[in-house]
């Protein structure tokens, strides 16, 4: 069966920035709940998608900091080394069909409740946190937090 030819423009090289990718398939960040817990399977499902032609494969939102804990769900994370580890899984399995990985950084702000971490949430001012299964708190953020995300988000690239 022979492509119509309105679609020839999906299978043409783009250029993101310093990299190309090498159609119009762009997965964009969702989340499938293996996240940091599960790399081998994260890696593997990512990986599944570069083998079948997507030009871009990402993660799902990816935490920059301990203050960004969203447990029990699990999304990815660059904490630590062992989360940069981890998440290279998923880099190696994508670059190894020839497609570009991308990562969705973020921070949770007053959707995390640190369950885990126990570091007290914050978000643009004062007030409860979104609803969950209990109540939570949130701290107004400052000048300091602000420059603390975005220096957060710098180290995690």
């Known amino acids: 069966m022979t492509r119509d030819s309105r679609y020839d423009i999906l299978f043409e090289p783009v250029r993101i920035g ?3 990718a090498k159609n119009r ?12 817990r ?7 499902m990512r990986g599944i998608k570069a083998e079948g032609g997507w030009a871009v494969v990402n993660t799902e939102w990816c935490s920059v900091h301990p203050s960004s804990d969203t447990t029990p769900t699990a999304n990815a994370r660059l904490w630590t080394d062992e989360d940069v580890r981890a998440n290279a899984l998923m880099t190696e399995a994508v ?6 990985a991308g990562c969705e950084l ?4 007053l959707h995390a409740h640190n369950r885990y971490t126990r570091i ?8 409860p946190q ?5 109540p939570g708190q949130g701290r107004a953020m400052d000048k300091k937090d602000l420059r603390s995300i ?6 995690a690239v």
């Open 18 to 20: 310093p990299v190309t």
């Open 25 to 36: 398939f762009y997965q964009v960040p969702h989340c499938n709940g293996t996240g940091y």
């Open 38 to 44: 599960y790399p081998h399977t994260q890696a593997a």
């Open 95 to 100: 670059h190894h069909h020839d497609a570009l």
């Open 106 to 109: 973020a921070h949770a702000g």
């Open 120 to 127: 007290p949430a914050m978000g643009p001012s004062i007030r």
């Open 130 to 134: 979104p609803p969950q299964d209990f």
């Open 150 to 155: 975005r220096r957060w988000h710098r180290y």
